[in-house]
Structure formats: C-alpha cells, structure tokens
C-alpha cells in the first residue's frame, strides 16, 4: 500500500494504464488532422475519431452522429446551456440548487441583463433527490430548458431522470442533463431517459483531463442549439476548433472499458464503500451519512463527524487524499451550498468528508482509511473535551 491514498475519485481519476497504451500512437504516428480530407494522415485520424465516438456513443445509447467533442463537462454544460437559450424564444429555465458550479453560473450570467433570463432553482428535499411534482409544476409554457444533474458530485445521490424526461418530452422541453459523474459508473440511456443534451468528461472515468462531449439529440425532436465557440465548423458546427485525437481516442477507450466492466466493478465498489459505512459507524456510532443511501453512485461516501472542526480534520488527514464539505471552489472555506441545500448546518457541513473510490481501491486501504479516520476523530474529540474542561 502506498501512502498517500487517493479517496477522491470525484474529483478526478487516474487516466487507466490501457487508456493511455491506447493513445501513445496518436502522439506520434497517427498525428494527422481529423479534417485534413486529401491525405491518409487525416483520414486515419478520422478513423480513430470515428470509431471513438461510437464506444462513447455506446455508452449512454446514443447514435455517433448525435456526440460532439468538448474539452470537458464544463464547456459541454455551458455549450448545452447557453446554445439552448440563444436559440429558443422562450426565457425560463429550470434547475437545481445541488448543481455543480458549471450549470449554477452559466443560468446566472443568463439571469443577467440585457439576457434577463428567469431562473427557476428547484429545491431538493432532505436526501437530495428533487421531487416531480414540484418540477412539474415548475414548467411553463415559456420554459426552453430543464437541467439536472445525472448523479451530484459531492453526496452522489442520482436524479431521477426517466421522471424527469417523461414531464419535459411531454412537454416539448429540452431536457440536458450533466453526467459527468454518472457516466460509466451506472447505466445510462438518452432513449429510455428521453434526454435531449448530455454533457460528458473523459478524466472522470479513467480517461485523460481536457476531452469531453455533449450528447445533443438529432431526431424525434432534434435540439435546436447555437455553437458558442465559432471557427471551422467542426462537429456540426456546434464546436470549431482541430480535435485532439489522442485525448477522444482515449476517452473512447475508457467508456468501453467502463461500459464492459460495469456489471463486476459497480458491485465491488458497492461492497467496499458499504465496508467503509460499517467500519467508520461501528467506531463513531454517531456518524451520518449525507444523502440518499439507496438512489447513490456505488463509489461515493458522505459522512459528518458531529464534534470536531472539519478544517482540523482535513488538515490532519495528509496521508490521505480526499475532500471535505467546504466548497471545492477551493479558495473560500465557506460551507459546501449542496450539503446547505439538505439541511445540514454549517459547523456539520464543515466537519464533513467526501470519499470517492475507484476503479484502484482495494480492500487493505479501505481498512487503512476505517482505522485512521476513526482514531483521528476520536482522538480530536479527547484533545476538544479535554480543552473545553480546562
Ligand atoms: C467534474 C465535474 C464537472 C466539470 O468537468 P470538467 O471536465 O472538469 O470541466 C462538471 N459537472 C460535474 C457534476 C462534475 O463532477
């Protein structure tokens, strides 16, 4: 076991060994221009890209045509977001409190005039999940889109999206949806879900930083969008800009090896994040866990510590890499807003740990990190009562 651990999957993953194997040619031989039509440099590129595109496709029961390349879910969230808003007449969207930062901002600046959109920001009850029908009594006949997050990032509670696009197809809304931390971990499909738009990224499942993709729906309706990056024409138009062959060759890798080993890895992930529930409550019994325990990412723990000051605790964890419930915006300590969003008060919010476990995990460091996070926080609270009574 090599120190330190890394228990914070959620915010990023290891590229997999047989990903980058898979790119190192594209670097090198392979290092054509996916557009360059008048030679085999480009058309093996080409190749490469298109073949890509339909493991990722694969992924979430998409058609080829229907994926476009991002540099990552944040550019794939704003595309979906502001493309939606710039081509609809419609000036109301709806989404949700527990959003991650990249589709909060982008409706804020639309909120913003000369846009002056109205942004409907449902609440999420105790467990995080969103209830259909206060969403369906959000919609309104000038809604142009709905957005909500596929699994949160922080408690990993997972949104109940075939609801969600039963009310939006039905209603004629776009319906986008981020995925980037769901994608790979549990099944997705934009047909059975009735998405129209979801954004993707290749670094959370074991691919390379800086590639990721917005599904965008071409039929049965297609959604109507504007490209916010304008140049060549690449991707439909939608994203101009060379395609980094490499990173889409190898982010096509990662979705087929996620995709095929998910019916294994899901349940051992499961299982070791349950052991590390059971371990970390049977020496704190007065530990809680953060979000639903049923609709959840198999690899994700959110646990508050009652009685010990969380940047103490985070502090004193170096042997161990992980996440606390300040917001990840790092530069503020303020409380993480999705953790407020439940109602869970600010000093607990504070004294609180994410755990995200990967595809690298084993069974010897969940044990290490039972056995380390306990005595630490037994001990924290020995240290406070005993300064409290002098
Ligand atoms: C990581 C993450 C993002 C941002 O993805 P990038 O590829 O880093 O831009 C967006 N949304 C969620 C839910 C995430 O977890």
Known sequence: MKLPLYFDAHATTPCDPRVVEVMLPFFTDT?????????????????????????????????????????????????????????????????????????????????????????????VREDGLIDLDQLKAALRDDTALVSVMAANNEIGVLQPLAGIGQLTSARGIAFHTDAAQAAGKVPLDVEAMRIDLLSL?????????????????????????????????????????????????????????????????????ASLRDRLQAGLQAALPDVTVNGSQTARLPHNLNTSFPGVDGATLLMSLTDIAISSGAACSSASAEPSHVLRAIGVPDNLAKASLRFGLSRFTTVEEVDYVIGRVSDLVTSLRSRRAATMGS
Not at 220 to 231: D, S, W, Y
């Open 201 to 269: 990224t290749a670094h959370k499942l074991y691919g390379p930083k800086g590639i990721g993709a917005l599904y965008v729906r071409r039929r049965g309706p297609a959604a109507a969008l504007v490209p916010i990056i304008h140049g060549g024409g690449h991707e439909r138009g939608l994203r101009s800009g060379t395609l980094t062959t490499p990173g889409i060759v190898g982010f096509g890798a990662a979705s087929e090896i996620a995709q095929r080993e998910m019916p294994t890895e899901a349940p051992r992930l």
């Open 31 to 123: 290092f054509g221009n996916a557009a360059s039509r008048q030679h085999p440099f480009g058309w093996a590129a080409r190749e490469a890209t298109d073949a890509a595109r339909s493991q990722i496709a694969k992924l979430i029961g998409a058609r080829p045509k229907d994926i476009i390349f991002t540099s990552g879910a944040t550019e794939s969230n704003n595309l979906a977001i502001k493309g939606i808003a710039e081509a609809s007449k419609h000036r109301h969207i709806v989404t949700v409190e527990t959003e991650h930062r990249a589709v909060l901002d982008p409706c804020d600046w639309l909120a913003q005039p000369p846009r002056g959109f109205e942004i409907t920001r449902l609440r």
